[in-house]
């Protein structure tokens, strides 16, 4: 997820020479996107097919999912935090196919992560083998979101003790006021991080496997700390990695989420309003295609000229989530035309590496996982579309 300050690196270093297969990419996507939708089921197929090659052709070998795969590099090392939010995902799909190899894929995640564990809880930042390596917020909250999913699957007792130990250590570091501070990214722009109600989803998962250790009245408390974050019209401050008044599509993603997910934890009246004035102002700033910038100023008025694919189909989640809620049809119109322009920039044949991958950006020459098909991008595209699959006939 963390692009390290990538466009002030850019800026600063010389870039290699780009490889044939990103220069055909980039031609490609200059000549827009393809005229033929393939549809959910495709493509929910295709990203599935993608990451359980993306296990296996990590460049670690461990049992992870390999971050990405770049077409400057090749496939990356395995990624902690985005291993363990995949592990639901794969799990969901696992029962959904009746496939009892993908239930082991999940396993093998479930194992890795209970294995890279700090004694304390934690979890690190970045790749397995980036440096420095110390316990992340962000990372120890993503990975908790798979670890409860996999107490609750498999209710083996290692997945339950991390799940647990995990999640103490974050309601135990939470400040007073409600905000993470103590164990941040270097891997991000310093400072507080509104988006990090992504991590209270993490704590009302385990409180829903295991309620009684207050683990969502500690996530419901930093999420009331982020929507003091929150302007009139939907707009969080502190809330991207690099760029707080310009944030991604990725972090509002992130933040509108875990806003939801507190409200359909505790049915309180006043997230769902809070997650109401953020989305409105998300389906405004949607394209009749269904382009959205991949950065957002304060008006919801786009900052850059690619689309972050990620936060596109994380916002269409969102927005189908407010349909199921509210009713509201332009919350599933406009989540449709996100997924559907998502879904026109997938590959259905040609290398393995790309078939079925979703690129950070479109084209994929922008700053956010430039050259890149991202992990938690395939990720949140299969959780996107199975969720409009479900609303097929609403």
């Known amino acids: 997820m963390f692009q390290l300050l990538r466009s002030i690196k850019n800026q600063l270093s010389p870039q290699p020479p780009l490889s044939d297969m990103a220069k055909a990419e980039l031609a490609l996507d200059k000549r827009g996107l393809s005229a033929v939708d393939p549809g ?13 090659v993306a296990q296996d052709q990590s460049a670690s070998n461990d049992g992870g999912v390999a971050r990405d795969f770049s077409l400057q590099k090749g496939w990356a090392t395995s990624y902690p935090e985005t291993t363990g939010y995949i592990i639901p995902t794969m799990i969901t799909m696992a029962h959904r196919n009746n496939d009892s190899s993908l239930h082991e894929r999940a396993r093998r995640m479930l194992d890795w992560c209970v294995a890279i564990q700090f004694k304390e809880g934690g979890f690190q930042g970045g790749k397995i083998d980036s440096t420095p390596v110390v316990p992340v917020t962000f ?4 990975i908790l979101i798979g670890l409860a999913a996999g107490a ?3 209710q083996d007792a290692p997945y339950t003790d991390a799940m647990h130990r995990a999640a103490a250590w974050l309601r135990d570091s939470l400040d007073d006021d409600g905000c993470w501070r103590k164990f941040p990214t270097p891997f991000a722009k310093a400072g507080e991080k509104a988006y990090e109600t992504h991590v209270s989803w993490g704590l009302f998962e385990a409180e829903r496997v295991a309620p009684g250790h ?13 929507i003091s974050k929150q302007q009139p019209n939907g707009w969080f401050a502190s809330n991207c990695l690099t760029d707080a008044e310009h944030p991604l599509t990725h972090t509002i993603g992130y933040v509108l989420r875990g806003v939801l997910e507190g409200h359909l934890l505790s049915g309180r009246d006043d997230l769902l309003q809070a997650a109401i004035r953020t989305g409105n102002s998300l389906v405004d700033a949607i394209g ?13 008025k786009p900052a850059v000229d690619y ?15 407010l349909f199921r809620l509210t009713g509201e049809r332009r919350y599933l119109e406009a989540g449709r035309r996100l997924t559907s322009f998502v879904r026109r920039t997938v ?19 922008g700053d956010y996982g430039q050259w890149e098909y991202l992990n938690w991008a395939a990720k949140f595209c299969i959780d996107a579309n199975l969720l409009e699959v479900e609303l097929a006939h609403a």
């Open 347 to 365: 590959r259905l044949e040609g290398d393995p590496g790309m078939v079925g991958g979703i690129k950070g950006s479109f084209p994929v020459s």
């Open 40 to 52: 959910c089921e495709a493509v929910i197929a295709a990203c599935t097919r993608w990451l359980c």
């Open 307 to 321: 689309v972050c694919l990620t936060g596109s189909v994380q916002i269409a989640h969102c927005l189908f989530l």
């Open 288 to 300: 009749p295609d269904g382009y959205l910038g991949g950065r957002l100023d304060r008006n919801f």
């Open 139 to 142: 990372n120890t909250g993503q």
């Open 214 to 226: 207050g683990y969502g009245a500690a996530g419901l408390r930093q999420v009331d700390w982020a």
């Open 152 to 154: 609750a699957a498999y």
